[in-house]
């Protein structure tokens, strides 16, 4: 598979469009100061009543109301929550986005599943940083950069690919590496990576082998720093230089049961749970039942947010982490300002 640079993206390209970043959220905040000190011509689309419009001014960006930047960009990127955006594209872009104009998201769920339908005339592309925003922000501040997905889903223009090529290289995907793809694969790995193991999976994990301590009579402080606590440290040797780097650092002790018992907690059984759950994401199932619940007023979501806020492990995470404060002081995200 190929995978492109700086080098193989042409910055003039965007940097010769106004790009309107409609939300100013997680990605939203990433994009737009990224791509601003990127020397493109940036306006961020909000509701007058948000709570963002202030952090964004503060940041130096131009905002206006959502139908007004979409009037006036070139591309328009899509970084409200996908539940949002099917309305958000019918009310305030469909009938504001100039001719010939480019939509783009940063996840393909809208344009995979069906929900959002583009006029014919536009380009429709995504990138798609593989990080949290704040990361995406973070690293491009340091230098570096998240590595990005591209995707043309419609290409009007016979430009769709070269302006994707751009605005990841701006947003700092270059830096790390941008690999094209499309829509469809995108949205089913996306989901499932964030289902199966990098937040279901990884969550679902340390709170067992929390509960599992606490409920053995160990302290919950121990329980909190050998399961959450030390994942981060153990996570960092991985993504330094894969598992065998980590292997490496730890103890044959700690080695010889992490390749004698990991098997014995993801099993077959574990495995066949992923394939269950890949096939509701590539059905469209999973999709269906997301959508179903925002249409619903969305009270079991919150319901579910609500209960695990309320897990000892967070309660006891709290208490411990206010006596190390050198994590407060880098923290990545500071709600303040993004
Ligand atoms: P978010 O929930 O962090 O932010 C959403 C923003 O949209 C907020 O600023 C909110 O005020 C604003 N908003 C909501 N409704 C609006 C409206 N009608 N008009 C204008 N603004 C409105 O969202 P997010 O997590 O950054 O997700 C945005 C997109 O990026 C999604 O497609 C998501 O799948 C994708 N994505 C997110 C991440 C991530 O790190 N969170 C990673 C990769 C891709
Ligand atoms: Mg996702
Ligand atoms: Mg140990």
Redesign the pocket.
């Known amino acids: 598979m190929q995978v492109f640079y700086d080098k193989d993206a042409d910055l003039s390209i965007i940097r010769g469009k106004t790009v309107a970043i ?8 990433a994009h737009a100061n990224n791509l601003k000190e990127s020397g493109v011509n940036v306006i961020v ?3 007058n009543s ?3 419009v202030a952090k964004a001014e503060k940041s130096g960006l131009t905002v206006k109301p ?1 139908n007004e930047a979409a009037a006036e960009a070139d591309v328009v990127m ?5 539940e ?2 099917a ?2 594209y019918e ?2 872009l469909k009938g504001n986005m100039k001719q010939g104009a480019a939509l783009a ?3 393909g ?2 344009i995979h599943f069906g929900y959002i339908k583009p006029r014919e005339d536009m380009d429709v592309f995504m990138v ?9 922000r973070s690293t491009y501040v340091a230098g570096g950069g998240v590595p990005t997905l591209i995707a043309v889903h419609q290409d009007a223009t016979g430009n769709a690919r070269d302006i994707a090529m751009s605005y990841a290289s701006a947003n700092g995907g270059g830096r790390a590496g941008i690999i094209e793809t499309s829509f469809r694969e995108e949205t089913e790995t ?1 989901l499932f990576g964030e289902q199966a193991v990098l937040c279901g999976g990884a969550t679902s994990l340390v709170m067992a082998g929390y509960e599992t301590l606490v409920e053995a009579g160990y302290a919950p402080e121990m329980a909190y720093f050998e399961c959450l606590h030390e994942l981060k440290l153990i996570v960092d040797l991985m993504y330094e230089g894969g598992i065998a780097n980590m292997r490496y650092s730890i103890s044959n002790t700690a080695e010889f049961g992490d390749l004698t018992r990991g098997p014995r907690i993801v099993n077959e059984q574990t495995k066949a749970e992923m394939r269950k759950i890949l096939k509701e994401i590539q059905s469209g199932d999973f999709a269906r039942e997301w959508m179903d619940e925002n249409a619903t007023g969305g009270k079991r979501f919150p319901e579910l947010r609500e209960g695990a806020a309320k897990h000892g492990i967070e309660e006891v995470g709290t208490r411990l982490r206010s006596m190390m404060p050198w994590i407060d002081a880098s923290k990545i995200v500071d709600k303040s300002v993004n």
Do not use: M, T
């Open positions: 409609i939300g100013y959220g997680s990605q939203g905040h689309g909000l509701r948000s709570s963002s959502v899509v970084l409200v929550p996908d949002l955006q309305k958000l009310d305030e998201f940063a996840h769920f809208n798609a940083p593989k990080g949290p925003g704040h990361l995406v996306d």
